[in-house]
């Protein structure tokens, strides 16, 4: 679940906002549809995600044109090069 609910908030993110808001269509069936680790807010009709959202927004940052497919390996160059700086 986890890799999904990143991806889900990193959605949220890439469309310039912290939480989604529900559809008014959608609010009487959220029982049925909202996913088991996500977090909605009555009051203002909004779900997230109820991770901590850093690795969220890196990957909303290459999803914005398509290659959030990028990040990891991105992420995995970044790990060797500081291992390699700190072993050094």
């Known amino acids: ?3 999904y609910m ?3 908030q990193a959605r949220i993110f890439a469309e310039g906002k912290l939480t989604a808001e529900v559809p008014e269509q ?3 069936y959220l029982r049925w549809i909202k996913p088991i ?3 909605y807010n009555p009051t203002d009709h909004t779900w997230s995600s109820p991770y901590l ?3 969220s927004a890196l990957r909303a940052i290459p999803m914005k044109i398509g ?3 990028l990040l990891n ?3 995995a160059g970044l790990s060797v090069i500081s291992i390699a ?3 050094r």
């Open 37 to 39: 680790f996500t977090v």
């Open 53 to 55: 959202p850093l690795y």
């Open 6 to 8: 990143a991806d889900f």
């Open 73 to 75: 390996p991105a992420l």
């Open 67 to 69: 290659a959030e497919w």
């Open 85 to 87: 700086s700190v072993a």
């Open 26 to 28: 959608w609010r009487p």
């Open 1 to 3: 679940m986890d890799e």
